[in-house]
């Protein structure tokens, strides 16, 4: 054991930090093997030998990662190791989940498959694959299953199983843009969130599939297109197994499904354990639900108004309109038009109010990306406050409270911290939309798409293709794993490694 004078010196958290990063990679390759099993079970050789590729790398990598800080096991992060560790974890899973797709033939190159794992690590489903009707099983398999990780986070996912008897692992829960705890106990929360997750992937898996078999897919294509839809909107991340992604089903029915399966997954874990041990009073009195359903609700009234006369069927419209902005507002990104459609049909008017909901985003501490629809309520209490303050005497005190969980009561530190995001967001924003301009495209289109790729969300207007520059495709990759960490962990990484080159 180290004591705490000798912990101070870099090298050790470095140290520290590539065995966590080690563990965790370890527990993705082992995840892989479900993807290798799907390619043996059909007979797809040349898939499984690529994901075989993949599992021999992240098990290779971990265990120089593990060996290398093996002395440090029980040492306790520090905040600025602790965030580091989770940004440079995501990038390093990303690269290496991005070898076998490449491998498969579906990419036109490795920084394609760098995109497209990354846009579902980060549960955006922005996608680069070509000619996914036609993907083999396991690739698919492994597309959905990134999804899962990377929306649960991939740390966590080591923090629930593999992390036993390891200290200061709130700086790596923090790190992966988790806000809250369930439990005091950092691995206790983390059992719980995977817990609540694999509950509805059993429930939401069986909803699909049986309505799949009805509208009449046979029944294993029924389940893997069930499954894979599930992870895809549960994760929101809107991956879908075939190219018209959900519009492909023609149907109402797993429409309303898919829905509320993104909507179940853009709310707080958090809630879904108070709601599933009995407290349902906690899902009227929540300040952030009502401020999701709020803006959902309005942005959706808004967005109406401006697609009248778009389409002639006032059922199709409701329709259209209200499954898109859910799907843009929760960060799924599933889509029933065609991208070129929300280009050539859609009014800017609701093109802005699109961006709006994909900016805007789901809740904290569930597997939605985007600004947050507490720090939304935390500004907006904050607003109201200030207002209060101006109309009443100088001598009164005026004490602004929500209910979140608890009853909390506003604070600078909530209105610094919520404020300090948004203007991180907006600005990086601004940054893409800036880039897309540059690079040729319409201002209308460069906005929707680096809301989507910020916000996590995966709808696209046309311009996320293979054709597009790589450079933007670099600027996209990079938005995308900001919005998902909130920038901190991503900051942190660059300042732990000026620091250790400095040192070094």
Same mark, same amino acid.
């Given at each position: ?9 870099? *090298? #050790? ?29 059909? *007979? ?8 075989? #590729? ?5 098990? /290779? ?68 694959? $070509? ?20 929306? $649960? ?13 390891? *200290? ?30 694999? /509950? ?41 197994? $075939? ?97 070129? $459609? ?70 600078? *530190? ?6 300090? #995001?948004? /203007? ?81």
């Amino acid at each position: 054991m180290y004591n705490k004078h000798k912990f101070k010196d870099g *090298r #050790i958290e470095l140290r520290h930090v590539l065995y966590m990063t080690g563990k965790t990679l370890s527990a993705i390759g082992i995840v892989e093997t479900v993807a290798a099993i799907t390619s043996l079970l059909y *007979r797809e050789w040349n898939m499984l030998f690529n994901l075989m #590729i993949g599992i021999g790398l992240f098990f /290779l990598v971990s265990f120089i990662f593990i060996f290398i800080g093996r002395d440090t096991k029980e040492e306790k992060f520090s905040w600025g190791a602790g965030m580091s560790m989770v940004a440079l974890t995501w990038a390093l899973g990303a690269l290496i989940s991005a070898v076998p797709p490449y491998l498969s033939g579906h990419f036109k190159s490795y920084l394609d498959a760098f995109f497209e794992v990354m846009s579902g690590y980060t549960t955006t489903g922005l996608v680069l694959i $070509q000619d996914l009707d036609h993907a083999p099983m396991g690739l698919n398999m492994w597309r959905h299953l990134i999804c899962y990780i990377g929306g $649960q986070g991939m740390v966590l996912m080591t923090l629930s199983f593999l992390a036993s008897g390891m *200290r200061g692992l709130l700086k790596v829960y923090m790190g992966e843009a988790r806000d809250e705890q369930i439990f005091p106990n950092v691995m206790h929360t983390a059992r719980i969130i995977w817990s609540v997750s694999l /509950l509805y992937l059993v429930l939401g898996t069986l909803a699909l599939t049986i309505n799949g078999v009805l509208i009449g897919l046979p029944l294993d294509m029924a389940f893997f297109r069930g499954l894979w839809m599930f992870l895809g909107g549960w994760d929101t991340a809107g991956f879908a197994p $075939q190219s018209q992604n959900a519009m492909y089903f023609h149907s109402l029915s797993y429409e309303i499904i898919s829905m509320t399966i993104m909507i179940l997954g853009t709310i707080n874990f958090a809630l879904h354990y108070f709601i599933l041990t009995g407290n349902y009073k906690e899902g009227i009195r929540n300040a952030e639900i009502k401020s999701l359903f709020t803006t959902i609700t309005i942005l959706s009234f808004l967005g109406a108004v401006a697609l009248k006369g778009i389409y002639s069927d006032g059922a199709v419209s409701f329709r259209k309109t209200f499954y898109h902005f859910v799907s843009a507002h929760t960060g799924t990104g599933f889509a029933t038009l065609y991208s070129q $459609q929300f280009f050539y049909e859609w009014s800017d008017a609701a093109i802005i109010l699109l961006v709006v909901a994909m900016l805007a985003g789901g809740s904290v501490c569930s597997t939605a990306g985007g600004i947050k629809a507490l720090r939304i309520a935390i500004l907006a209490n904050a607003l109201v406050n200030d207002i209060k303050k101006m109309i009443k005497p100088d001598s009164a005190v005026v004490v602004e409270k929500f209910h979140h969980l608890k009853e909390v009561t506003l604070q600078d *530190r909530h209105v610094r911290n919520a404020s300090i #995001i948004t /203007l991180l967001y907006i600005a990086t924003f601004a940054f893409g939309t800036l880039a897309g301009t540059f690079f040729g495209y319409p201002l209308k289109a460069a906005m929707f798409e680096s809301a989507s790729a910020l916000g996590n969300v995966g709808l696209s207007i046309g311009i996320t293709q293979p054709s597009m520059p790589d450079a933007l495709k670099i600027i996209y990759i990079f938005m995308m794993w900001v919005g998902r960490l909130e920038f901190m962990s991503v900051i942190a990484l660059f300042a732990f490694l000026f620091k250790e080159a400095k040192e070094g």
